[in-house]
Every structure is written in structure tokens, then in C-alpha cells.
């Protein structure tokens, strides 16, 4: 499906993929947070899928697609912290929803919104059999209200591959004594789009290692980055930085 297509049958959508529900207001004004490279098909999938979702919901949000330029070394949580800065720059969002492109929630009941806790939406995901992958997973979907996210410092930066910086959100958690809470199996059910798996990146893990003595300094509270170009997209908020 082209984009242009795409544009054409996805309803109700104002510039940079904001939605604002008629009739009602809205608790919660949700930025979602999307890191992104080289998934076009993902993408269009992610927008076809989420829009309507998300308005059947009922729920204030708007989509932000933060990029890398081609050639710099993928860092999930760098592009993270960037969407949260930069959709808190555009507008009072007061929940955030950071969500990786080739996730699609099977359940109308796993509601797009923030709580009292930090929370892990994606709890069961079908490439998994739809099982909690290891205790302390908190990887995929997660929902911070802008309170929490700015208590545990947001993602780490230093991580740069795949893997360990979700790991790494779960203990900064832990160490700002907040409580987690995952979806129930039966509610935080994903599609996960396919795609060549990645491998763990060997120096994430001894970074891993080190992650207490990084808590307070490496987060949103040292985020360095340049915004090269934001556009404002039919469906979506594109976002490109370099570092």
C-alpha cells in the first residue's frame, strides 16, 4: 500500500497523526514514541493499524517517528529520550507511550493510556506464544505518565545495537522505588511484524554491568543531540536527528 493510499483511507486524522476524540475529554494526552530505521513496511502497517485502534479507544493522542540518519549505529533509548523531549515541545502531552514500529496490539481491552505506574503493555507477544518472556521483561511497550519518565531519568544512551536498554529501564525503575505493572497476559497481546532477528550487541552487556553507577547522570538528564529536519506528516510526526 502507498502512503498516498494510505493517507486516503485512514479517517479523522489531523497533521503529524494527532487525534483529538469529539464529545468527550480525555484524562490522558498521549504521545507515542516510536524509534525507527530502515521499516517502511512496518511503518505503514504500524499507522493502518494504530490509528483506528486508538480512536476506537477514544483516547487524545499523537504519533512521533524518530529516525537516525543511515550510518550511525542504532540507539533505541537515545531516540526515545529524543521523543520525549521533542513531542513535550510541541504539545502538553502528559503520557508517553514508547512503542517499537513492529508491534500491533491484538486486544480493544489493552487501553493506551497511564496510570499510578510505570506499565508494560506488550506482555504477550505471538512470536512468544504469547508468554511473559522472562521475569523481569519490560521490553516493546511500555506507558510512563511525564512525571515517572523524568524520576528514572528516562532510557539510557549508551547502548547502541540491539539489546539491554529496556533491561536497564526495568532497574532504573526499581532504583526511583517504583512499582511495575504488566498487562495480563490475555490483554497485553501483540502482533509481532517479522523481520531478521537481531543478535545482543557483546559490549551492551558488560555496559549492562554497569548500569547503577549511570542512574542519575546518563538519561534525559545529559541528552545531547541535534534535530536535523521535524516534518509534519499526514499520518505522523517525523523526527530526524544526529548525535
Not at 498516498?4 to 489531523?14: D, F, H, Q, S, Y
Not at 464529545?23 to 516510536?34: D, E
Not at 499523537?62 to 523531549?85: C, H, S, T
Not at 500491533?104 to 506464544?129: Q, V, W
Request: aromatic share 14%; glycine share 8%; proline share 5%.
Amino acid at each position: 500500500m502507498t502512503w498516498t493510499n494510505l493517507e486516503k483511507t485512514i479517517k479523522n486524522v489531523a497533521p503529524g497523526g494527532r487525534y483529538m476524540p469529539g464529545g468527550c475529554t480525555s484524562q490522558w494526552k498521549v504521545a507515542i514514541i516510536v524509534p525507527y530505521r530502515d521499516r517502511e513496511n512496518h511503518l505503514k502497517m504500524f499507522v493502518k493499524n494504530m490509528h483506528p485502534f486508538l480512536q476506537q479507544q477514544q483516547i487524545y493522542y499523537g504519533i512521533f517517528v524518530i529516525e537516525m540518519p543511515p550510518g550511525l549505529a542504532f540507539n533505541r533509548g537515545l531516540l526515545m529520550n529524543v521523543g520525549f523531549k521533542e513531542s513535550s515541545r510541541i504539545h502538553n502531552y502528559n503520557c508517553f507511550i514508547f512503542h517499537d514500529v513492529d508491534l500491533l496490539p491484538e486486544h480493544i481491552g489493552n487501553i493506551y493510556k497511564c496510570g499510578d505506574f510505570p506499565k508494560h503493555m506488550a506482555s504477550a507477544i505471538d512470536t512468544r506464544n504469547y508468554k511473559v518472556y522472562y521475569k523481569h521483561s519490560f521490553g516493546g511497550v511500555n506507558a510512563f505518565t511525564r512525571e515517572q519518565f523524568i524520576r528514572v531519568n528516562g532510557f539510557s544512551t549508551v547502548y547502541f545495537g540491539w539489546g539491554r536498554e529496556d533491561d536497564d529501564l526495568y532497574q532504573r525503575c526499581l532504583h526511583a522505588n517504583l512499582t511495575m505493572q504488566r498487562l495480563p497476559v490475555r490483554i497485553g497481546r501483540y502482533k509481532n511484524l517479522t523481520h531478521p532477528r537481531a543478535t545482543l550487541a557483546e559490549r551492551n552487556s558488560e555496559l549492562y554491568k554497569t548500569r547503577e553507577d549511570r542512574y542519575v547522570s546518563d538519561g534525559i538528564s545529559n541528552l545531547t543531540y541535534k534535530r536535523i529536519k521535524l516534518e509534519i506528516r499526514p499520518l505522523y510526526t517525523w523526527i530526524l536527528i544526529g548525535i
